[in-house]
């Protein structure tokens, strides 16, 4: 059975960084978008950042953009965030996601997997 498995969040101070994996085991993702999205207390599931299937592209919410960086590794079958600069607005449980498609998508509903979440907490 195919699935994502999140790691590397926790509790960080204000301008630091962390760096969250996601290991997908049960079937390979290589042809697959995959994305990172991030969920509030109260809010909505919302886009972080997204990666073509090849690594080609990559695609950042403006929240994020120049902080954070998306990258995976296909031959270890495995995505990351590198989340520098963070700030507390930034607290939320951040999922992985991949969908069986090859364009990046913005939207919860068009991704296939989703991991069970990490949580990150940056205090000020």
């Known amino acids: 059975q195919a699935q994502l498995v999140e790691s590397g969040g926790g509790l960080v101070q204000a301008g630091g960084s962390l760096r969250l994996s996601c290991a997908a085991s049960?079937?390979?993702?290589?042809?697959?978008?995959m994305g990172w999205f991030r969920q509030a207390p109260g809010k909505e599931r919302d886009f972080v950042a997204g990666?073509?299937?090849?690594?080609?592209?990559?695609y950042y919410a403006d929240a994020v953009k120049g902080r954070f960086t998306i990258s995976r590794d296909n031959a270890k079958n495995t995505m990351y965030l590198q989340m520098n600069s963070l700030k507390p607005e930034d607290t939320a449980v951040y999922y992985c996601?991949?969908?069986?498609?090859?364009?990046?998508?913005?939207?919860?509903?068009?991704?296939?997997?989703w991991g069970q979440g990490t949580q990150v907490t940056v205090s000020s």
């Open positions: 996601a991949a969908a069986n498609r090859y364009r990046v998508s913005y939207l919860p509903g068009s991704y296939d997997y």
């Open positions: 990666i073509s299937w090849s690594a080609g592209n990559t």
């Open positions: 049960g079937r390979t993702f290589s042809s697959y978008a």
